[in-house]
């Protein structure tokens, strides 16, 4: 398989498991979240696009999150935010520009950007560097939605589902040969935010 068929599969993947997990979230958040924690365990151990490299550790004990919390799950209005551009570098691939949409507030957490990828295709983006980075978390920060790639939690014209359970590593965390975008000053907080992976 060519690697951009393997790409195009992990993404295939990626939005599949996504899928899953909206549908099994409307009776049981906690299960749901058991169900994508199994799922990218399963692609980052076997996947040939795994940001794992083939020696990581992480390939046989699963990645480190954790424990889930119910109260850390909310369906938020997307609220009105003063436009703004952004160009990000991303190494060979030149730069990925992000327009801002909005923003939600998080309970416990504050305001956070959403942001557009003004790329073909786009999706909504929401970073988060909080409190944890460098310490709990890495240290550029975790994605909590990336729908571009398949990792959206639901939600309906006007609003969002946000798990801070579901934040995620970035594939640079893994891997130097990736060039990811991280979170901009509006999506900082020094609340630390103990749910979702975690470093150890």
Same mark, same amino acid.
């Given at each position: 398989m060519s690697e951009r068929l393997e790409l195009t599969d992990w993404r295939r993947r990626v939005a599949g498991l996504y899928a899953q997990v909206r549908e099994a979230a409307a009776a049981d958040p906690a299960g749901a979240h058991a169900l994508w924690r199994e799922g990218r365990d399963h692609l980052f151990r076997e996947h040939p696009q795994s940001p794992l490299l083939p020696d990581d550790p992480l390939r046989a004990t699963g990645v480190p999150y954790w424990p889930y919390d119910a109260s850390l799950r909310f369906e938020l209005p997307l609220l009105g935010a003063e436009p703004a551009?952004?160009?990000?570098?991303?190494? !060979? !691939?030149?730069?990925?520009?992000?327009?801002r949409v909005g923003r939600v507030d998080v309970p416990g957490v504050g305001g956070l950007d959403v942001w557009w990828l003004a790329q073909y295709g786009g999706g909504l983006f929401l970073p988060l560097r909080d409190g944890t980075a460098g310490t709990g978390s890495y240290g550029g920060g975790r994605y909590l939605l990336d729908t571009a790639k398949g990792a959206d939690l639901g939600g309906g014209v006007d609003t969002l589902v946000? !798990?801070?359970?579901?934040?995620?590593?970035?594939?640079?965390?893994? !891997?130097p040969r990736w060039v990811c975008p991280l979170a901009p000053a509006g999506n900082r907080t020094d609340v630390p935010v103990e749910a979702g992976e975690r470093l150890a």
């Open positions: 551009s952004l160009a990000l570098g991303t190494g !060979d !691939d030149g730069t990925t520009t992000l327009e946000v !798990d801070l359970n579901f934040a995620y590593h970035p594939s640079c965390r893994y !891997d």
